[in-house]
T-cell receptor, first 112, second 115 residues
Framework: QKEVEQNSGPLSVPEGAIASLNCTYS??????FFWYRQYSGKSPELIMS????GDKEDGRFTAQLNKASQYVSLLIRDSQPSDSATYLC????????????FGRGTSLIVHP | ETGVTQSPTHLIKTRGQQVTLRCSSQ?????VSWYQQALGQGPQFIFQ???????GRGNFPPRFSGLQFPNYSSELNVNALELDDSALYLC??????????????FGPGTRLTVL
């Protein structure tokens, strides 16, 4: 059973702070890693993809991947109230299926 | 906007009825995946279609079935509806080929309520 674990939160941060969201996965051979943002009542929106160890930056978002520790994180700099949402981690395991397994998501609240 | 569309937006059915949900994939994509998302949970994989063939299936009973058409649009059919089938049903579109990363883009979802 391939598992993706996320702390359900809520994670509460003040406006302007860095929000750090974490995700661990069980399949050591996992290849592709995605972060989705989901506003209440809406569908998930892809915000970051990462495939190699290290950091990947896109605007205020940075994804960090450590395959040895089976850990992927998302940093949101200068957090805004509009970043308040649930953040889903998705992992594509080894085996060539291209089917991601999703975590249950972390709720982020950015308060003014 | 992802270019992935789903219909209907909302649906109310009663136990034992059958339902068909529809999805149109993003231009250039050849793969459609269906997910069920209960409140407070992550999306649970139902099945995936690639070039009109089922390409993987999650832990869902046979009363969940699907189709993909030559234009890569897709249907999800659920027979003998149960109360626990009440959820948000998500369709995700992607491109499966050797050079792509198979990023999935979601449609707006169909909210199904079973009474």
């Amino acid at each position: 059973q391939k598992e993706v674990e996320q702390n359900s939160g809520p994670l509460s941060v003040p406006e302007g702070a860095i929000a750090s969201l974490n995700c661990t996965y069980s399949d050591r051979g996992s290849q592709s890693f995605f972060w989705y943002r989901q506003y209440s009542g809406k569908s998930p929106e892809l915000i970051m993809s990462i495939y190699s160890n290290g950091d990947k930056e896109d605007g205020r978002f940075t994804a960090q991947l450590n395959k040895a520790s089976q850990y992927v994180s998302l940093l949101i700099r200068d957090s805004q109230p509009s970043d308040s949402a649930t953040y889903l981690c998705a992992v594509v395991a080894s085996g060539g299926s291209y089917i991601p397994t999703f975590g249950r998501g972390t709720s982020l609240i950015v308060h003014p | 906007e992802t270019g992935v569309t789903q219909s209907p937006t909302h649906l109310i059915k009663t136990r034992g009825q059958q339902v068909t949900l529809r999805c149109s994939s993003q231009s250039g994509h050849n793969t459609v995946s269906w997910y069920q998302q209960a409140l407070g949970q992550g999306p649970q994989f139902i099945f995936q279609y690639y070039r009109e063939e089922e390409n993987g299936r999650g832990n869902f009973p046979p009363r969940f079935s699907g189709l993909q058409f030559p234009n890569y649009s897709s249907e999800l059919n659920v027979n003998a509806l149960e109360l626990d089938d009440s959820a948000l049903y998500l369709c995700a579109s992607s491109r499966t080929d050797r050079d792509s990363y198979n990023e999935q883009f979601f449609g707006p979802g169909t909210r199904l309520t079973v009474l």
